[in-house]
């Protein structure tokens, strides 16, 4: 007789509305016994997906937990804040949707910046017919910080592109068509060659402002910056600077110190920055599912979860 194992939720009103009906389908398309309740008692769930949102940040009436599923891949906003049982794994969100998502995001900025879109907008608008001879891939180096789901798949796609990569992680990498760096030395070749920088860093201690004035200074006269990883992973001050001094040519961020980008913040109608609102990579709620239950299924055929958060490292 095989035990039905029960799947809890504990989000925001939002997520809990379109995940649900998804993970209804993926648990009956997985063929597994196992049932999806937002109402369960906490006391019969096995496995829960979740987000801080909810407000859950300890997990004591959930004595049978098997895994908790957070719904977002950053996680700095709960590590240090949830207490979660010993033995219990805490999974962050790798899913395909997101991956193709923040992937698609970079390359369309990165080509964007290569064949210099903004500057037919400002033609255009001017009513100026003045050509140029835009750069090819193969001759415009690209940085990527953080070699992970999100870094090594746009790493792939712009290798693919023609672009010379140049990956930077905290552990080396070994990743086709990617020249792959790590430490302190790996980061400043990755710098010196990126003339568009990607960051796409968890925020961690060790990552806090990590591109500082001094790193910023170390990217070629003109580079272009894209950052999608968290806002706190720029000195904002420092940035601005290097904008104005024209060593850095362009920005295009995703994510900030406060969200909303608050009205007064300078960086509203900069010339030289793109803002898009935290929207480079959303969870998809249809792949997102899928990837629970693709874990659940481990959990239940005995092999390992995967993305387990390490609360020590930060991510
Ligand atoms: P991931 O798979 O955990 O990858 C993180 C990468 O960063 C890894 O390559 C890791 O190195 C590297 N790293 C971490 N700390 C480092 C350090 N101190 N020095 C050098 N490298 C370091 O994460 P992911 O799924 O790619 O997501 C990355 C981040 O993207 C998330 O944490 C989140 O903040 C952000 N995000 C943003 C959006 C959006 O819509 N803007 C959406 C999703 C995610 P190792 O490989 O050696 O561990």
């Not at 959930?62 to 908790?68: G, T, Y």
């Not at 992937?103 to 964007?112: G, L, N, P």
């Not at 999100?150 to 930077?168: C, D, I, N, S």
């Amino acid at each position: 007789m095989t035990t039905t194992r029960t799947i809890g939720l504990r989000l925001d009103d939002a997520e809990h509305a379109t995940i649900l009906p998804e993970l209804r389908r993926a648990a009956a398309a997985s063929g597994r016994d196992l049932t999806v309740d937002p109402d369960a008692d906490p006391t019969e769930i096995d496995y829960l997906v979740y987000n801080i949102d909810s407000g859950v940040t300890e997990f004591s009436a959930f004595p049978k937990l098997r895994a908790i599923f957070n719904t977002w891949a950053g996680v700095e906003a709960v590590v240090g804040r949830i207490t979660v049982p010993d033995g219990v794994p805490f999974c962050r969100m790798v899913e395909s949707g997101m991956t193709d998502g923040m992937s698609e995001y970079f390359v369309a900025h990165t080509m964007r910046y290569l064949i210099d879109i903004d500057r037919a907008q400002a033609q255009s608008a001017g009513g100026l017919w003045q050509k140029w001879t835009p750069r090819l891939a193969r001759q415009t180096p690209v940085g990527i910080l953080g070699l992970g789901q999100l870094g090594a798949e746009t790493g792939r796609k712009l290798a693919e592109l023609g672009f010379p990569v140049y990956g930077w992680s905290r552990s080396l990498k070994s990743l086709d068509g990617i020249f792959c760096h790590a430490d302190e030395a790996g980061l400043s070749e990755v710098l010196e060659k990126a003339q568009i920088l990607i960051l796409i860093l968890p925020l961690t201690d060790d990552t806090r402002e990590i591109m500082n004035a001094e790193r910023l200074a170390q990217l070629p006269k003109g580079a272009c910056l894209i950052n999608a990883g968290r806002g706190p992973l720029i000195d904002d001050t420092a940035l601005l600077d290097a904008l104005a001094s024209g060593h850095l040519k362009h920005a295009t961020l995703d994510v900030f110190r406060e969200e909303p980008l608050p009205g007064s913040h300078p960086f509203w109608r900069h010339p030289g920055i793109t803002i898009t609102p935290h929207i480079a990579a959303e969870t998809r709620m249809d792949t997102a599912a899928d990837a629970i239950l693709v874990q659940i299924c481990r959990d239940l055929d005995n092999a390992a979860l995967q993305h387990i958060v390490d609360p020590v490292r930060g991510y």
